[in-house]
């Protein structure tokens, strides 16, 4: 057994390797051991196991290459204008006043606080069920309409605590606005996304972002993945029709919206509500979702969805991909794990749904690191969101964003060659991209 040592600042390997460029959290999710090793970074079976594998080494490399890009986003944080306190939250605030004046025609409120004994009495008196959190008042909406209100309360409190209080309060003025960071860890999970903790800003919402603002006289850029589990899909499954709809331009959520919508009978549904449709149902089928969830799901934008309707749908979607069905099958089966270096055999346990998703989340997090470290080499690399990179970038200079990416596709075809690039970086403005005061 390896043994390993819990605290970052201790050494070097007797074979010169140091081991103190990630944290040990980092480390022990990289080499895919069990969260209950005992570690010890100055025992050799570390540089041995490195060694050993290319894969593992491989992915050691690159996460030290990161460090030192993700420092500098954490320390120099994002600045968010002061409008948004003011004008940005004040929609929010006229949504929940609107919802409690909703909650009010069947359980009195006093100010913006809804007692809850109040509800519990009211559900209780017509003969309907406690809900004690968000999942349970999900699970009952469509008993009561109190139900889903209570749930868009609960919602519209938590975002005006989040993003509101807790902003203004970890965040520091400046005479431009509001400076934001969080704490950045590299690889937080076994597939090694990246995340941020004390402010969750890779879960930054969409209202937020549009008040995000350039420090200086640059914009701000986003490079964006389109597709990217979906091309990871088509790329190892070597799925003919998935390649062939990246390779003519189709937008597949579209599409698959569309077979859920001939199959329920919808008619006249918004196009974006089609699309959603078809996300949502592709996504879950590929992170092993089952069918009473892809059904919970799907309700949210579709009420008259059933199990059969669920069941149907997955044998059109598997009948229409094949290759697909089968490559996700032998996932499940696979003692090792695949990444985009090769496979190897994690000591760590994962499920079959786990293994299922980490090639995915896996391979994002790799191709997002590698455009980060590309990016970073001509820009100024500001802030990551899942599969999507922030730049500041002169306003004047589009074609050195555009080398940037034709550098990455380069580089990213090296490593999954045949992979369907075209079209897979976004970009896109973020925010007021100007330099604002006051």
Same mark, same amino acid.
């Given at each position: 057994?390896?043994?390993?040592?819990?605290?970052?600042?201790?050494?070097?390997?007797?074979?010169?390797?140091?081991?103190?460029?990630?944290?040990?959290?980092?480390?022990?999710?990289?080499?895919?051991?069990?969260?209950?090793?005992?570690?010890?970074?100055?025992?050799?079976?570390?540089?041995?196991?490195?060694?050993?594998?290319?894969?593992?080494?491989?992915?050691?490399?690159?996460?030290?290459?990161?460090?030192?890009?993700?420092?500098?986003?954490?320390?120099?944080?994002?600045?968010?204008?002061?409008?948004?306190?003011?004008?940005?939250?004040?929609?929010?605030?006229?949504?929940?006043?609107?919802?409690?004046?909703?909650?009010?025609?069947?359980?009195?409120?006093?100010?913006?606080?809804?007692? !809850?004994?109040?509800?519990?009495?009211?559900?209780?008196?017509?003969?309907?069920?406690?809900?004690?959190?968000?999942?349970?008042?999900?699970?009952?909406?469509?008993?009561?309409?109190?139900?889903?209100?209570?749930?868009?309360?609960?919602?519209?409190?938590?975002?005006?605590?989040?993003?509101?209080?807790?902003?203004?309060?970890?965040?520091?003025?400046?005479?431009?606005?509001?400076?934001?960071?969080?704490?950045?860890?590299?690889?937080?999970?076994?597939?090694?996304?990246?995340?941020?903790?004390?402010?969750?800003?890779?879960?930054?919402?969409?209202?937020?972002?549009?008040?995000?603002?350039?420090?200086?006289?640059?914009?701000?850029?986003?490079?964006?993945?389109?597709?990217?589990?979906?091309?990871?899909?088509?790329?190892?499954?070597?799925?003919?029709?998935?390649?062939?709809?990246?390779e003519i331009g189709e937008d597949i959520h579209f599409q698959t919206g569309t077979m859920i919508a001939q199959a329920i009978g919808l008619k006249d549904a918004?196009?974006?509500?089609?699309?959603?449709?078809? !996300?949502?149902?592709?996504?879950?089928?590929?992170?092993?979702?089952?069918?009473?969830?892809?059904?919970?799901?799907?309700?949210?934008?579709?009420?008259?969805?059933?199990?059969?309707?669920?069941?149907?749908?997955?044998?059109?979607?598997?009948?229409?991909?094949?290759?697909?069905?089968?490559?996700?099958?032998?996932?499940?089966?696979?003692?090792?794990?695949?990444?985009?270096?090769?496979?190897?055999?994690?000591?760590?346990?994962?499920?079959?749904?786990?293994?299922?998703?980490?090639?995915?989340?896996?391979?994002?997090?790799? &191709?997002?690191?590698?455009?980060?470290?590309?990016?970073?080499?001509?820009?100024?690399?500001?802030?990551?969101?899942?599969?999507?990179?922030?730049?500041? &970038?002169?306003?004047?200079?589009?074609?050195?964003?555009?080398?940037?990416?034709?550098?990455?596709?380069?580089?990213?075809?090296?490593?999954?060659?045949?992979?369907?690039?075209?079209?897979?970086?976004?970009?896109?403005?973020?925010?007021?991209?100007?330099?604002?005061?006051?």
């Open positions: 057994m390896m043994h390993f040592r819990q605290d970052d600042d201790v050494g070097v390997s007797q074979y010169g390797l140091s081991y103190t460029d990630l944290p040990y959290s980092s480390l022990q999710k990289l080499l895919l051991l069990p969260s209950n090793y005992s570690m010890n970074i100055r025992d050799s079976n570390v540089h041995r196991l490195l060694q050993a594998s290319g894969v593992l080494h491989t992915l050691y490399d690159l996460e030290k290459s990161i460090q030192p890009v993700l420092s500098t986003i954490e320390s120099r944080g994002l600045l968010i204008s002061e409008s948004w306190f003011n004008d940005g939250l004040s929609k929010r605030r006229n949504d929940l006043n609107h919802i409690i004046e909703e909650i009010s025609e069947y359980v009195f409120a006093e100010g913006n606080t809804i007692n !809850k004994k109040r509800v519990i009495d009211f559900l209780v008196n017509n003969n309907l069920p406690a809900a004690n959190n968000n999942e349970e008042l999900q699970m009952y909406r469509n008993l009561h309409p109190l139900y889903g209100l209570l749930l868009k309360y609960n919602n519209q409190q938590q975002f005006l605590k989040q993003w509101g209080n807790k902003l203004l309060a970890e965040g520091r003025r400046t005479e431009s606005g509001v400076v934001i960071k969080g704490n950045w860890q590299s690889f937080s999970s076994f597939s090694g996304r990246m995340f941020c903790k004390q402010l969750p800003l890779t879960s930054l919402p969409k209202a937020v972002r549009e008040f995000i603002i350039s420090p200086d006289e640059r914009v701000i850029l986003s490079l964006d993945f389109n597709n990217a589990e979906l091309r990871i899909l088509a790329y190892y499954s070597k799925c003919t029709k998935l390649l062939e709809q990246f918004d196009v974006a509500v089609i699309r959603k449709t078809g !996300k949502q149902f592709a996504f879950a089928l590929l992170y092993g979702a089952g069918t009473s969830m892809i059904v919970n799901n799907l309700r949210k934008l579709v009420p008259t969805v059933t199990s059969a309707t669920v069941s149907q749908l997955v044998t059109v979607f598997f009948k229409t991909y094949p290759e697909v069905h089968l490559f996700l099958d032998n996932l499940e089966k696979d003692s090792h794990l695949l990444t985009p270096f090769g496979r190897i055999k994690p000591l760590a346990t994962f499920k079959p749904t786990q293994k299922r998703n980490y090639p995915f989340q896996s391979s994002i997090a790799v &191709a997002v690191k590698q455009l980060m470290l590309i990016a970073n080499k001509r820009f100024d690399v500001v802030h990551v969101i899942h599969d999507e990179i922030w730049i500041l &970038a002169p306003t004047r200079e589009p074609t050195v964003v555009e080398e940037v990416i034709e550098e990455f596709y380069h580089q990213l075809l090296k490593i999954l060659p045949d992979f369907p690039i075209s079209g897979f970086i976004k970009v896109e403005p973020i925010g007021g991209n100007t330099h604002e005061h006051g």
